[in-house]
């Protein structure tokens, strides 16, 4: 199994695209920033096989001979995520149908990943790739396709798998049509060969479970990429992926098309694609939330396969930026920092998606910085790598739950989707310097944390809501919010009173729910004195036994609660029954933290405070500063050493951090 023994840092690198040779001194500039890593080769299926069955690695080749002369390690992705157009016309079913019609070839990731004859040639690329490059010894490891999703597909082939997926589930047609609930608007199927074209569907659950099938397709077809792979590759070599996250013009959160944590289980390494605001709205929580998710995929460190250098037009990094970011990364868990791209392209849609050269190819600002921070990764990399994190606090994320509030989102422009929700608590956690790991259903203990949240858990199986009533029962604190515990996992939504399974825990229940207008907050108990305004969804919550901590101040609402706690067992629930500003938030998770016996630094953003034990047994501490203006605080752990400067830390110093400044502290006792 590959042990990787240093921090890798690279980009992407694709001769093909370049307008002229200039390899020889690509690589001398990349040697110059202590680049030790390229990535190649993942979107190149038509320059490798320009027609059907003729090969030709030229470009591969070179980039190969040269990694080898300059002593870079690579990273080869398989090409199978962009078709070439002689591909396209071999069958009228390798392009996907999807709801919107039949894709036009063009764009990448236009395919059906379950069509027989895309798979047919999609093997015979990577097997003849495989065959020719397999005895390079610059290569460490594999990334399968690039970005996977499922891409909407639903031609013919692939509902005729979904309702071979659904028999499985459901031998008898009369119980799926009660559980689906098909009875509605005369959409029951009476028999297996009258199933539907699924993109009619109006039924919520019937079209959430075709969303679970294709994630599923998505995990088969990577798990058989992986199989092909791990015929060839030598034991030292790693297999991987760059997952990406929900797109909101940059990486947001949850995948909605790929449920990663299956989907990550026949690889060797997770690997993801973080890309985030800059300039004045670098905030680094997007590196947080997203890194989070992939450090949870394997419960272990990951490789950031891509991220931004120059990237978009917003995005171009302020002095000191590119070097904080990247360093972000590894305050997470990362063992990579590798940009998209090394060059800048001169044709198509992404000519303005910047490297980290501009479209000349000179030096620039944003290369010497990568240079200087090179040279710092060669350095004290041996400091940093594999950060090991052990974190008192959790969230629960779940594709089901995201799917779910797709078919049924909250009212309003902000805070409307699933990945909202999420959001809006991790980034209070994050702001308060609480780290915290990511789980999903199918981890079956919470046991291991003080702390667990759980963001709107609308489509919940019984076994995890029972799982959420054992942790507190057992000494947990549970922050769970609004509109979970709505539905089973066929998004059939519970008969009884809300939230389903969470009432004896939580010491509540609502039935009736609407959305807000000038509705504000008063505090109540620990939280007297703090007041906000609800937003999108308020949900009519009354006590049992629980205690109120915000209460809506209405006049016809103001009978109800907004936020509950409540003992249970040995631990504690709060139960949030709507939206409001992140400063309430703020101050209602720092005091459950604090219930939870979590230990709160003094500071709280813009200074942020990340770290984890090193492989030598020390403990690293990372303090960023994500503003631009100087700021100050006051170090309260043992003696250290500031790692980049070299220099003693006293406990109890003062440490001012220069605009989107940091300090790295290695603790010495």
């Given at each position: 199994i590959y042990t990787m023994d240093h921090l890798l840092f690279g980009a992407a690198y694709y001769d093909e695209y370049m307008p002229f040779d200039r390899i020889e001194t690509d690589m001398q500039m990349m040697k110059k920033a202590n680049m030790n890593v390229i990535r190649i080769a993942e979107s190149t299926w038509s320059t490798l096989e320009p027609q059907d069955g003729v090969f030709d690695f030229t470009h591969l080749d070179r980039m190969l001979d040269a990694a080898e002369k300059y002593d870079m390690h690579v990273i080869i992705g398989t090409p199978t995520y962009a078709i070439p157009s002689w591909l396209a016309k071999k069958s009228d079913t390798i392009l996907a149908v999807t709801k919107d019609g039949p894709s036009l070839y063009g764009h990448r990731q236009n395919m059906d990943i379950t069509d027989p004859t895309y798979l047919k040639y999609a093997e015979r690329i990577i097997r003849t790739l495989m065959e020719h490059i397999k005895d390079r010894s610059c290569i460490i490891g594999y990334q399968l396709d690039n970005e996977t999703k499922h891409y909407g597909t639903a031609g013919k082939h692939a509902q005729e798998l979904f309702v071979s997926y659904l028999k499985e589930q459901f031998p008898d047609l009369s119980a799926f049509n009660l559980e689906f609930g098909l009875d509605y608007w005369s959409n029951r199927v009476n028999d297996w060969s009258d199933f539907p074209d699924i993109r009619g569907t109006i039924n919520g659950s019937l079209a959430a479970e075709y969303e679970k099938f294709s994630r599923k397709l998505v995990t088969d077809f990577l798990t058989w990429q992986s199989d092909l792979v791990r015929e060839y590759k030598k034991e030292d070599q790693f297999i991987t992926q760059n997952f990406d996250f929900e797109w909101h013009d940059y990486s947001y959160g949850l995948q909605p098309d790929v449920n990663q944590f299956e989907a990550a289980k026949c690889m060797d390494i997770a690997g993801c694609d973080i890309y985030h605001p800059s300039q004045d709205d670098l905030t680094g929580a997007e590196i947080n939330f997203c890194g989070s998710i992939a450090r949870g995929l394997k419960k272990s460190n990951y490789l950031i396969l891509e991220t931004e250098a120059q990237g978009n037009l917003e995005w171009l990094p302020y002095p000191g930026q590119l070097r904080m970011q990247a360093y972000s990364h590894l305050s997470c868990g990362a063992d990579s920092v590798m940009y998209w791209h090394w060059h800048s392209i001169h044709n198509s849609l992404e000519s303005y998606w910047k490297g980290v050269l501009s479209h000349d190819f000179s030096e620039n600002p944003t290369y010497l910085e990568a240079c200087r921070l090179g040279a710092e990764m060669k350095t004290y990399g041996s400091h940093l790598l594999h950060l090991k994190k052990t974190n008192r606090a959790a969230i629960l994320v779940s594709n089901e739950a995201l799917t779910g509030l797709r078919m049924f989102p909250f009212k309003g422009r902000e805070n409307s989707s699933y990945n909202d929700a999420a959001r809006w608590l991790a980034d209070s956690l994050y702001r308060l310097n609480i780290e915290f790991d990511i789980?999903?259903?199918?981890?079956?203990?919470?046991?291991?944390?003080?702390?667990?949240?759980?963001?709107?858990?609308?489509?919940?199986?019984?076994?995890?809501?029972?799982?959420?009533?054992?942790?507190?029962?057992?000494?947990?604190?549970?922050?769970?919010?609004?509109?979970?515990?709505?539905?089973?996992?066929?998004?059939?939504?519970?008969?009884?009173?809300?939230?389903?399974?969470?009432?004896?825990?939580?010491?509540?229940?609502?039935?009736?729910?609407?959305?807000?207008?000038?509705?504000?907050?008063?505090?109540?108990?620990?939280?007297?004195?703090?007041?906000?305004?609800?937003?999108?969804?308020?949900?009519?919550?009354?006590?049992?036994?629980?205690?109120?901590?915000?209460?809506?101040?209405?006049?016809?609402?103001?009978?109800?609660s907004a936020v509950t706690c409540n003992h249970y067992g040995k631990g504690l629930a709060c139960y949030i029954g709507c939206f409001f500003e992140d400063g309430t938030l703020d101050a209602l998770v720092a005091f459950f933290a604090k219930e939870a016996g979590l230990s709160l630094p003094a500071f709280r953003f813009p200074l942020i405070l990340h770290e984890g034990t090193n492989e030598n047994g020390k403990k690293i501490r990372y303090f960023f500063n994500y503003s631009g203006r100087e700021a100050s605080f006051t170090y309260d752990a043992p003696d250290g050493i500031s790692l980049l400067e070299e220099k003693p830390v006293a406990q109890g110093s003062q440490i001012t951090l220069a605009p989107w400044g940091f300090k790295i502290i290695e603790q010495q006792a």
């Open positions: 789980l999903s259903p199918a981890d079956t203990d919470f046991s291991g944390y003080d702390l667990l949240v759980v963001p709107a858990l609308y489509a919940a199986e019984e076994s995890v809501l029972s799982r959420m009533n054992d942790y507190v029962r057992n000494g947990g604190h549970l922050i769970v919010s609004t509109r979970s515990g709505f539905s089973n996992e066929h998004l059939k939504i519970y008969p009884d009173m809300q939230p389903h399974g969470l009432t004896d825990c939580c010491g509540m229940h609502y039935s009736q729910f609407t959305a807000p207008k000038n509705v504000a907050l008063k505090g109540n108990g620990a939280l007297s004195g703090i007041t906000g305004t609800a937003r999108n969804w308020i949900e009519l919550v009354t006590p049992d036994t629980a205690e109120t901590l915000l209460s809506y101040d209405h006049p016809y609402w103001g009978a109800y």
